[in-house]
């Protein structure tokens, strides 16, 4: 398996409090890799020092294949980043912007420019001073900075932030059609739903550490099973349910019974139980596993700085 991001126990300690606390990494090649993480949960530093923005305090980071930070001018070259809210200069247009940027790239850079901007939908924006965008603009622009040096890796902090439901839609869109062309797309995001409906593989990350790491429907299905219920007499049912040991826990959700079961039972059992003890069940079906429940097990808060 080709990989395009390795790290092995790689830490970034400030002072006694480690932002990021021995991650072990593997990206592969060719897809669109989600970091998740609350608040405070290191995202933003591990880009950082991915990136070589800040020294890692030790372990190991490979980009494209290349060490780093011994070789990541080699690996920068071939690497698009937008790290937190992309920032440009106000006063120049959104063209003059990327020409700046052209100017330090190869000399195939500049020809990219008008491309890039017809791939993020600003080309008629495009000659319009940058300090009249909108935030969802600026991450458009951030996007087409990036394009410039044909990148084989994309690493994007956040980059729904700012958008309404039809910008991160477009950015939804924009992101698969980036994997469709073979690049790898790296991108931390705290927005779960959206990370599960554009995501191939994830990462969740909490305290610095990366807790679990695979494909998004493996993640989100993983752990026990459950069931929705609707019932003639919830009461009794859940009396009916909470006798049976192999039932983990029961919870009540607008009117219908969120079931959890462990091992050994199965719908058809819980079904028998319920209609015996003279509940009429009207709805048994297995709930949809989501990468939201899944974080939520995981993670130890929603608050926090990062």
Same mark, same amino acid.
């Given at each position: 398996?080709?990989?395009?991001?390795?790290?092995?126990?790689?830490?970034?300690?400030?002072?006694?409090?480690?932002?990021?606390?021995?991650?072990?990494?593997?990206?592969?090649?060719?897809?669109?890799?989600?970091?998740?993480?609350?608040?405070?949960?290191?995202?933003?530093?591990?880009?950082?020092?991915?990136?070589?923005?800040?020294?890692?305090?030790?372990?190991?980071?490979?980009?494209?294949?290349?060490?780093?930070?011994?070789?990541?001018?080699?690996?920068?070259?071939?690497?698009?980043?937008?790290?937190?809210?992309?920032?440009?200069?106000?006063?120049?247009?959104?063209?003059?912007?990327?020409?700046?940027?052209?100017?330090?790239?190869?000399?195939?850079?500049?020809?990219?420019?008008?491309?890039?901007?017809?791939?993020?939908?600003?080309?008629?924006?495009?000659?319009?001073?940058?300090?009249?965008?909108?935030?969802?603009?600026?991450?458009?622009?951030?996007?087409?900075?990036?394009?410039?040096?044909?990148?084989?890796?994309?690493?994007?902090? /956040?980059?729904?932030?700012?958008? #309404? !439901?039809?910008?991160? &839609? *477009?950015?939804?869109?924009?992101? $698969? +059609?980036?994997?469709?062309?073979?690049?790898?797309?790296?991108?931390?995001?705290?927005?779960?739903?959206?990370?599960?409906?554009?995501?191939?593989?994830?990462?969740?990350?909490?305290?610095?550490?990366?807790?679990?790491?695979?494909?998004?429907? /493996?993640?989100?299905?993983?752990? #026990? !099973?459950?069931?929705? &219920? *609707?019932?003639?007499?919830?009461? $009794? +049912?859940?009396?009916?349910?909470?006798?049976?040991?192999?039932?983990?826990?029961?919870?009540?959700?607008?009117?219908?019974?969120?079931?959890?079961?462990?091992?050994?039972?199965?719908?058809?059992?819980?079904?028998?139980?319920?209609?015996?003890?003279?509940?009429?069940?009207?709805?048994?079906?297995?709930?949809?596993?989501?990468?939201?429940?899944?974080?939520? +097990?995981?993670?130890?808060?929603?608050?926090?700085?990062?």
């Amino acid at each position: 398996m080709e990989t395009v991001i390795e790290t092995r126990a790689l830490t970034k300690r400030f002072g006694n409090r480690a932002a990021v606390d021995g991650v072990d990494l593997v990206v592969p090649a060719g897809v669109a890799f989600g970091f998740l993480g609350p608040n405070g949960a290191g995202k933003t530093t591990m880009i950082r020092t991915l990136l070589g923005l800040t020294r890692a305090s030790s372990g190991e980071v490979s980009l494209l294949g290349l060490p780093q930070p011994a070789q990541r001018r080699e690996a920068l070259a071939r690497v698009g980043a937008i790290v937190e809210e992309p920032r440009f200069h106000p006063h120049l247009t959104g063209r003059e912007n990327l020409k700046v940027v052209a100017a330090a790239r190869d000399a195939a850079a500049e020809g990219r420019i008008d491309e890039s901007l017809a791939r993020v939908g600003l080309t008629q924006r495009a000659n319009d001073r940058v300090k009249t965008y909108s935030l969802g603009m600026r991450q458009r622009l951030g996007i087409a900075r990036c394009l410039l040096a044909d990148p084989q890796l994309l690493i994007l902090d /956040e980059p729904m932030n700012g958008l #309404d !439901p039809a910008g991160i &839609l *477009e950015m939804r869109h924009l992101i $698969r +059609a980036f994997v469709d062309e073979g690049r790898t797309v790296f991108l931390s995001s705290h927005l779960l739903d959206e990370v599960e409906k554009t995501c191939d593989t994830v990462a969740i990350v909490d305290r610095g550490r990366v807790i679990l790491q695979g494909a998004v429907s /493996e993640i989100a299905a993983s752990g #026990d !099973p459950t069931l929705l &219920l *609707e019932v003639d007499d919830v009461p $009794r +049912a859940r009396n009916v349910l909470a006798a049976e040991p192999r039932i983990t826990k029961i919870e009540d959700e607008a009117g219908e019974l969120r079931v959890t079961l462990s091992d050994g039972i199965g719908p058809a059992e819980v079904n028998r139980a319920l209609v015996a003890a003279g509940v009429a069940v009207s709805r048994l079906e297995p709930a949809r596993a989501t990468l939201e429940e899944k974080f939520l +097990a995981v993670t130890s808060r929603l608050e926090g700085n990062e």
